[in-house]
């Protein structure tokens, strides 16, 4: 059995980035800057409804702050609470509709919500925003490969890898729709790629032995199995 990886919201906080920024002179916009860097030091730490809090209070004395709008829509996705982190990146959208990091955040929700287009929609304007955003490319590719829009998806991947060749879960999903596409052998290089990358991942060594087996490499492919259950992999 093939396995997908789930990696929308894997790793959040890395793939959206921990910003502290400078908002300039002043008492008020001081503490704002206060509230703001301690709600993202919260965030980093899981504490989602303080970090929440923090952001707020940021808010109220500053309510163009469009970071803490964004990140306040981070805390809320982690939380599942999709409509009010839609919210939150529509203000900071509204701010300014060339920051990028909304638009990609607004994307990969939709994506959580199934709401397809709606997401390549906003990935799209992130990805004209900045055409180096590593995440808005995985992101969009991780859309179109629910779409079964395989070659397109690819497509999307490939960028991200430009930009970073050792996105693992880019690769991870080129080697699954590769199975599906029964090119078993460019499966193979994609798990070879994560493993080399992150040698403990049960699911790509999983995989790497279907696509392995597909090909009639019966015991290269039991030796993948053996190392996957060794792993914990029950899949």
């Known amino acids: 059995m093939v396995d997908k990886m789930n990696k929308k919201i894997i790793g959040l906080l890395l793939i959206f980035g921990l910003l502290i920024v400078t908002l ?10 206060e509230y703001y860097n301690e709600g993202m030091k919260l965030l980093e730490e899981g504490i989602y409804n303080e970090a929440i809090a923090q952001f707020d209070k940021a808010i109220e004395i500053n ?9 306040k829509g981070n805390a809320l996705l982690f939380q599942g609470k999709y409509p009010q982190a839609i919210e939150c990146y529509g203000k900071a959208i509204a701010i300014d509709p060339n920051y990028a990091n909304p638009w990609n ?29 590593e995440l808005a490319w995985s992101n969009k590719g991780d859309t179109l490969m629910q779409l079964v829009r395989y070659n ?8 991200a890898i430009e930009i970073n060749p050792k996105n ?17 052998n460019e499966a193979v290089t ?9 040698p403990n991942s049960g699911v790509s ?22 190392k996957a259950k060794e792993l914990g992999y029950k899949g």
Do not use: H, M
């Open 205 to 226: 060594w999983n995989n790497k032995g279907v696509a392995l087996a597909r090909i009639g490499r019966y015991t290269q492919a039991q030796e993948c199995f053996d």
């Open 63 to 71: 309510p163009k702050y469009k970071e803490a709008w964004n990140y």
């Open 152 to 159: 397109e998806a690819l497509l999307c991947y490939d960028r």
């Open 24 to 33: 300039g002179c002043g008492s008020n916009n001081e503490k704002a800057e």
């Open 168 to 184: 693992v879960g880019v690769w991870f999903n080129k080697g699954y729709i590769f199975i599906e596409q029964e090119k078993y």
């Open 190 to 198: 994609c798990y070879d790629k994560v493993l080399a990358i992150n």
């Open 105 to 133: 955040n607004k994307g990969a929700t939709l994506l959580e919500q199934e709401k397809y287009s709606e997401a390549i929609q906003c990935l799209d304007r992130a990805i004209e925003i900045n055409p180096n955003y």
